[in-house]
């Protein structure tokens, strides 16, 4: 199918650039990686009346690394945030989880401030950013706001994100060198959205015991959340670790739909087999280093 007809803009500033999306509200969209969007606009679910590309916002389009935290602009693609060791030793878990979305020529395109905000509840970002609840940035003509992951979701492709807004960033804090994290999928084949998946992350004490844990899912419910396992995995040593009753827990916590490709039992069954694989690697990875390099 062909897209209904709309207005194309490329404000060459930002300023330009929410101060159309101001105008437009309902009616605009926001074009990044067009990723998600052509095809939607293809397949007539969205109909916006106009897009605003943000391919020259050259502003948007930066990666930052300090002590503490990552931001990454919203222009910036898959493959780029992929690709930059610094990132990738400073939150190991973003390069794991880019290299789970989609196929290369995908990730060259699409942007992962897109995917946060298109809130696939089968895509890993939107997990990621639930997990290490990394914060959004959305900008207006009228200011400023940032949410958590944990209030960046409201449903099946809903971000907090309002008419109006741009999301301009995202920031992940940098966790210390007690935290491990993993993330672990099933897919039926390398590249597709996953059948179930979940992203973990173990906090762990002087004397490699857990001090925290959670994880978050993808692909089994609505929108990802974190799920909080500290109760279950509290003071249990990280080289022995054992995840029974935390993906006993999990399982009972998930909420999986039934669709063409699996039953809801069959995903609840495999969320708890995928989070038991990705405890144990995020424990295994806390106080190392394997991942900076790869
Ligand atoms: C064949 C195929 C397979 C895929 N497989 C996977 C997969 O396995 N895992 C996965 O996670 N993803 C997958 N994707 C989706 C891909 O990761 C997209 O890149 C991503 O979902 C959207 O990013 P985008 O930059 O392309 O956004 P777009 O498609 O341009 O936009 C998507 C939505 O987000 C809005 N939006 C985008 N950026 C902003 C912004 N800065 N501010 C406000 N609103 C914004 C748009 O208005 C639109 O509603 C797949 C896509 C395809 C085509």
């Known amino acids: 199918m062909k897209p209904p007809v709309f207005a194309y803009h490329a404000p060459r500033s930002l300023d330009e650039a929410l101060a159309l ?11 990044a990686g ?3 969007l052509v095809p939607m606009l293809n397949m007539r679910l969205v109909a916006p009346a106009a897009l605003v590309d943000i391919r020259h916002l050259d502003a948007l ?14 222009r910036v693609t898959h493959r780029r945030l992929e690709g930059d060791d610094e990132v990738a030793f400073a939150v190991p878990l973003l390069r794991e989880a880019l290299r789970l979305v989609a196929h290369p020529v995908i ?4 942007t992962s401030v897109g995917s946060i905000v298109h809130a696939d509840p089968a895509a890993e970002m939107p997990a ?3 997990l290490l609840d990394a914060r959004l940035e959305l900008r207006s003509s009228d200011g400023v706001r940032s949410v958590t992951g944990a209030e960046a979701f409201t449903g099946p492709l809903e971000s907090a994100l309002r008419p109006g807004e741009l999301a301009t ?3 992940f804090a940098v966790p210390d060198p007690g935290t491990g994290m993993a993330i672990e999928e099933l897919a039926r084949r390398h590249g597709d959205y ?5 992203c973990a992350r173990i906090d762990l004490d002087d004397d490699r015991r857990v001090r925290s844990a959670q994880g978050a899912f993808f692909g089994v419910g609505g929108l990802p959340e974190r799920i909080e396992l500290t109760d279950t995995l509290a003071g249990q040593s990280a080289d022995a670790l054992r995840p029974a009753d935390a993906t006993a827990f999990a399982r009972e916590a998930i909420d999986p739909d039934d669709d063409i490709h699996a039953t809801a039992a069959y995903r609840r069954h495999l969320a708890g087999v995928l989070l038991e694989r990705a405890l144990v690697r995020a ?8 991942e900076v390099r790869a």
Not at 21 to 31: S, T
Request: proline share 0%.
């Open 21 to 31: 999306l101001g105008e437009l509200g309902d009616d605009g969209k926001v074009l």
């Open 34 to 36: 067009g990723q998600s």
């Open 61 to 74: 389009d930066t990666v930052e690394v300090d002590g503490d935290r990552v931001r990454v602009g919203a």
């Open 107 to 110: 990730r060259n395109r699409g």
């Open 128 to 130: 990621v950013v639930a």
């Open 169 to 171: 960033a995202v920031e």
């Open 194 to 198: 996953a059948l179930a998946g979940v």
């Open 283 to 290: 424990a295994a990875a806390a106080g190392t280093d394997t």
